[in-house]
């Protein structure tokens, strides 16, 4: 079967216009990590189980494994890499490092996206809107304590800082 | 009780790293690209027991886009030769025939065949191309079926060696240990209380969320690089090498940052076909396992099949214990079953015991490691029957684990004494902590409790470090960092210096750069390459009161080192960066490098309080709340001990309440995914709280113990005293999953 | 004189003997001693004449790596026991 013809596809990613061309099988995430380099987002189950690949996709955090490439035309997307501004890192990254809330690393930055997300919209969450809200990230190594403290602990740095 | 008061260690700094893994640069091995890199695709059996008949990949090699293709018939010959890989031994031969089937294939997910091309879409395509005839034979997947005389035979010329004899004729059963302390059956005879069970558990996968992946650049000299997610880099080497028949100096193995291992990232899987792939189409290639194939065709944990007795006095004295288990080993020997009979009875002083293992071959993949490996079954067992003979005795579970926890000085089942050891000390954590003494009594509430036990191995680790001219230190070691170890091994330089975390730069090092170092595993790292970087800082402190006796006009016996690192003699005194930077000044550059090999266990004990609330209409398991308590010896980096007990006890809640490997009819498994296989959210789970013993390990410098496996060993266990206390049901199966208790609490409800 | 307890699945060679002392500064002076002792020992634990490596042993609370060469003290306890590893 030959590959099928590529699509052109123009989208702004973490504030920059991009364009790329893909296949019409390429999911989002393979077309970030593989054709535009940006490998902060993780592939930990290509199916949307994990989370690893969470994106920020015109505002709503989605697991980009379950997005076409082809499907973000003109649409505004946010990854990782995107999330510390200029050499200061977000509170939210900031959290993270402090709270010890990361082992290996690898669920690490879909945790960043989706924790940001959930706090851009609510710096108060409570631990149960935390659990429910992130029950779509796994993490293996932490058991998730500390990532539900830093998520917290982020949220009250950022209402602060308002 | 340790009370030395120190500057760094305690304390809780960023890990050096951290800032690369919450922005994304981190660099984890599929991140990796290399000019011209192909990508690979593994063909995998789709049967759980064939022979191969025939492999046809003529209509593969025609497909566009295709460089490379490989089957078993690319692979050297390895004969039967086993290799030490530091951590436990392998069989060549096996190891190599895991990665690519050989005439057989043993499991479904077994290599065949792989292909390199241009993207991976092209090479998943072509691999599909490629036909198998195939050969189906009867299989098995159940420990006790498998051990039947007439089971489907996986090896023919495997017999059972009782520990250096050998049976006369094949069996699934490559290992039978046995061992005998005091006089069992006569203790029995003594017992006033006896209890006597079954009990089963599951195969479960340590679920690490980076698959598994390899780029491997064959260069034209015959010179291999790998970057690779690997837990030992140095045996990673030593596997390919060996697997490839190349030598071993050839070979470059780099670890990339590592997504998770827990035991599982030790033995090679995908390193000596991406090799061979990338010298056929001389290119680089990379492949990653899809999650399905980690599943399928990792080394997921033994599944286990177990009866246990135990025998006590009245006053609560154990005096006896029988165990026979039989553990799956998977495909090929090699299983957790020697380590499983060590730790049957290895939390309680029982002065009669007799222990039989079976390691037991079946049609699932080779088992592999997986934190404490072989304990957290056997622990299931035990630490269910310590609760239900306090019971039949009128004592608490908390009352009669005191009464015989092994100290030092108790004798294992397995013959060796025990040093100075926590247990005791946990206990009484566990007795004094505000949880035990908030009591629980809501309906179908219970709480239970277990105590766990796990090694922690010393093994081979090297460090060195460079002095900049700064007076800040370079330190170069070989452990993959999986969980924050490049800190908490820098920390233990910054102290021995008087440094702060901050001024050491911690690397981890490929095999070309760093000294001999095993594995990331065995709850080793902050242990020995701490210790490393210790007795490297000692190196360096040597030599610089040499030379600063040349410089300060006095023998180097009258300069001192302070504990806070300052060098005082002469009438002068020193901190380290400020003598580095004089030094430095006067034409002398440093460097301290040290390797150790401690061969003592660290022997970590631990006790976890459980609270749960269970449906009765379902027979679901709320975990309501949960405490661990472990003996770390002393914690370098509170933080990242905490973690690994929370990370640990949430990976055993998981085992417990779950987990589970399901098979069909054909033996092939049902539920490869994350969505099927069904590890803990964030919401299955409460906080767990922590508390760190410090009870001191004599054998390291600051008294560190390993704390990386035993979290995971109490939970099954605890959760399920726990779930009896709550519903009177005694569960002797894993997972507990709802459909598994609610069928127990029906019939202990009918039986009433 | 060091204490060497003998593997249970060993006992059969030393009629059920669990244990005994003798003068070894060394683990492979224990073996061919019990060698001696009890036909047929050393073919057990060993292969190409070094500790199988199934098999470690184990000196007071020190798992030793150094198999045959691994010194003994005079009050030392030594065993044969299966490897292990670790996760
Ligand atoms: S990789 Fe997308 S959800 Fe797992
Ligand atoms: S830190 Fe390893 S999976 Fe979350």
Redesign the interface.
């Known amino acids: 079967m030959p590959a099928s013809k590529k699509v052109h596809v123009t989208t702004t990613i973490n504030g920059e216009d991009t364009d790329f061309l893909c296949e019409p099988r390429h999911s989002l995430l393979e077309v970030l990590r593989d054709n535009l380099g940006l490998t902060g987002s993780k592939e930990g189950c290509n199916n949307g189980n994990c989370g690893a690949c969470t994106v920020m996709l015109n505002g709503r955090p989605v697991d980009s494994c379950l997005v076409l490439g082809a499907e973000v035309e003109g649409a505004e997307i946010e990854t990782v890499e995107g999330i510390a501004c200029s050499s200061n890192l977000h509170p939210v990254q900031e959290c993270f490092l402090e709270g010890a809330a990361l082992q290996c690393g690898i669920c690490t930055p879909g945790f960043l996206v989706a924790s940001k997300a959930l706090l851009d919209k609510d710096p108060h969450a409570s631990e149960e809107t935390i659990r429910f809200d992130l029950s779509g990230n796994l993490c293996r190594c932490t058991g998730y304590d500390k990532i539900v403290r830093a998520v917290q602990a982020a949220g009250q740095k950022m209402a602060t800082k308002v | 009780m340790t009370t030395t008061q120190y500057r760094v260690i305690g304390s809780r700094p960023v890990r050096h790293d951290g800032a690369d893994k919450v922005t994304g640069k981190a660099i984890y091995t599929a991140d990796t690209k290399l000019p011209g890199m192909l990508a690979g695709f593994v063909l995998r059996s789709p049967h759980a027991h064939a022979k191969i008949i025939s492999i046809d990949t003529s209509e593969a090699e025609a497909t566009p886009g295709v460089h490379a293709i490989l089957t078993n018939a690319d692979f050297p010959n390895v004969e039967n030769k086993?290799a030490?890989l530091g951590?436990?031994?392998v069989n060549l031969s096996y190891l190599s025939a895991n990665c690519m089937a050989q005439q057989k294939v043993l499991y479904r997910g077994h290599a065949v065949a792989a292909v390199a091309a241009t993207d991976v879409h092209i090479a998943e395509e072509a691999a599909r191309k490629i036909k198998v005839e195939y050969e189906v034979l009867d299989s098995v997947t159940w420990v006790l079926d498998a051990m039947e005389e007439n089971a489907p035979l996986l090896h023919e010329d495997i017999v059972t060696?009782?520990?250096?004899?050998k049976a006369d004729k094949p069996s699934n059963i490559p290992?039978h240990?046995?061992?005998?302390k005091g006089d069992a059956a006569a203790a029995f005879e003594e017992a006033d209380g006896i209890v006597e069970r079954e009990f089963k558990t599951a195969t479960v996968h340590?679920g690490y969320i980076e698959p598994h992946a390899v780029v491997a650049d064959y260069n034209e000299d015959g010179r291999l690089r790998i970057w690779t997610a690997t837990q030992g880099s140095f045996t990673c080497r030593q596997q390919t090498a060996e697997i490839l028949q190349i030598p071993l100096g050839n070979v470059l193995v780099t670890p990339c940052e590592i997504g998770g291992?827990?035991?599982?990232k030790?033995t090679v899987y995908l390193e000596p076909t991406a090799a061979l792939l990338s010298k056929k189409a001389g290119r680089p290639v990379r492949i990653a396992m899809t999650r399905a194939d980690v599943f399928e065709a990792s080394g997921p944990t033994p599944g286990s099949f177990m009866r246990v007795k135990i025998g006590a006095k009245n006053d609560g004295t154990l005096i006896a214990g029988e165990a026979w288990l039989a553990y799956d080993a998977g495909a090929y020997p090699g299983g957790m079953i020697?380590?499983g009979?060590?730790c049957v009875f290895s939390c309680y002083d029982i002065d009669h015991a007799i222990v039989d293992g079976y390691d037991v071959l079946l049609n699932k993949p080779k088992t592999s490691?997986?934190?404490?490996?072989g304990a957290t079954q056997v622990a299931f067992a035990t630490e269910q029957l310590v609760d239900e003979i306090a019971e039949k005795l009128g004592m608490c579970a908390l009352e009669i684990r005191e009464k015989n926890a092994v100290k030092e000085g108790s004798r294992r089942v397995?013959?060796?004494?025990?040093?100075p050891i926590g247990l005791v000390e946990c206990l009484d954590a566990l007795k004094q902590s505000e949880h035990w003494n908030t009591p629980l009594d809501g309906p179908h509430q219970g709480r239970g409790i277990a105590a766990g036990f796990?090694?922690?191995?010393g093994?081979k680790s090297s460090a060195a470090c460079t002095v900049n001219s700064d007076g800040t230190i370079n330190l170069m070691e070989g452990s993959t960092d999986i969980g924050g170890s490049r800190t908490s091994i820098a920390m233990q330089l910054a102290e021995v210096l008087g440094l702060e975390a901050e001024d050491i730069n911690p690397q981890v090092g490929d095999t070309d750069t760093a000294g001999y170092t095993d594995v990331t595993?065995?709850?080793?790292v902050t242990f020995a390459t701490g210790m490393a970087a210790y007795e490297a800082g000692r190196d360096l402190q040597q030599q610089m009161r040499t030379l600063a006796a040349d410089l300060w006009d006095c023998s180097a016996d009258d300069i001192t080192i302070g504990e806070d690192g300052v060098f005082s003699g002469n009438g002068k005194a020193v901190g380290f960066k400020a003598l580095a930077v004089e030094l430095f000044a006067a034409g002398e550059h440093l460097v301290g490098r040290a390797t150790v090999?401690p061969?003592?266990?660290t022997n970590g004990f631990g006790a976890q309080i459980a609270d749960v609330e269970v449906d009765p209409e379902t027979g679901k398991v709320t975990v309501l709340r949960y405490t661990t308590i472990q003996d770390a010896g002393k914690a370098i980096h509170p933080s990242y001990v905490e973690g690994q007990l929370q990370g640990g006890t949430v990976q055993g809640i998981g085992w417990a309440l779950n987990e589970e490997y399901f098979y069909r009819d054909d033996n092939t498994m049902a539920n490869a995914s994350f969505l099927d296989y069904r590890m803990p959210t964030m919401l299955d789970v409460p906080m767990i709280d922590t508390i760190i013993v410090e009870t001191g390990n004599p054998e390291h410098p600051y008294g560190v113990r390993g704390v990386?496996?035993t979290p995971i060993v109490p939970p099954p266990a605890a959760l399920a005293n726990a779930i009896y206390n709550a519903t009177d049901t005694r569960m002797t199966e894993l997972p507990m999953s709802p459909p598994k208790l609610w069928k127990a609490m029906q019939s202990e409800q009918a039986s009433e | 004189m060091p204490t060497v307890?003998i593997?249970?699945?060993?006992?059969e060679l030393s009629g059920g003997t669990q244990s005994v002392e003798l003068e070894a500064k060394n683990v492979r002076e224990i073996v061919y001693q019990l060698d001696v002792m009890f036909p047929g020992f050393k073919?057990?634990?060993c292969?190409d004449g070094n500790i199988?490596?199934?098999?470690q042993v184990?000196i007071?609370?020190?798992?030793?790596?150094r198999g045959m060469i691994a010194k003994v003290q005079p009050h030392s306890?030594v065993?044969f026991?299966?490897?292990?590893?670790?996760?």
Not at chain 2, 369 to 373: D, E, K
Not at chain 3, 60 to 65: F, I, K, L, P, R
């Open positions: 086993i030490d951590e436990g031994s060696d009782s520990m250096g004899e290992v240990l046995h061992f005998e340590q291992g827990f035991g599982g030790i020697g380590p009979c060590m490691a997986y934190r404490a490996p397995d013959g060796p004494v025990y040093p796990w090694f922690g191995c093994l595993g065995g709850s080793r090999a061969e003592c266990p990386g496996e | 307890f593997p249970a699945q060993l006992r073919d057990r634990i292969i199988s490596p199934s098999l184990s007071d609370s020190v798992m030793t790596s306890e065993h026991i299966p490897a292990i590893g670790g996760g």
